[in-house]
């Protein structure tokens, strides 16, 4: 009598895979260097494929930004004397293109890039 074993290799191999990323998870989980942070694992198969796909990341809201604090005096009349300079040197204008967006235009070369003010 001929029978197929396929369908208990591939649960074999299933179950080998299923195993082999609870014992990662579980690695990740019990590590310090990745305290604080958000784990996923995911895998699907058929028929002895098999195929798994980890991800890490930082923990909390990635819509969160932290906000800087605020210049001081100096710091501050050093940012008006930068931007002053930079004013004096690419002079900026708005002009319409012939599809009517406002476009800059700047009497140096780089000022398009913010460059020039030091």
């Known amino acids: 009598m001929l029978t197929n074993r ?12 299923r195993d082999g990323a609870v014992i990662a998870v ?21 028929r002895g494929n098999v195929s798994c796909v980890g991800q890490w990341g930082p923990g909390g809201d990635p819509n969160v930004r932290a906000v ?3 210049l001081g005096d100096e710091e501050r009349a ?6 002053r300079r930079w004013l004096a040197k690419c002079e900026p204008v708005i002009e319409r293109d012939r599809f009517g967006v406002a ?9 398009e890039y913010g460059i020039g003010a030091d």
């Open 103 to 111: 476009r800059y235009h700047y009497a140096a070369r780089g000022c």
């Open 6 to 17: 396929a369908a208990e290799k591939s649960s074999a191999w299933w179950r080998l895979a």
């Open 26 to 46: 579980s690695a990740m989980t019990l590590t310090s260097v990745y305290a604080g942070g958000i784990g996923t694992l995911n895998c699907v198969g058929s």
């Open 78 to 83: 050093q940012a008006a004397a930068r931007e």
């Open 68 to 70: 800087p604090k605020s």
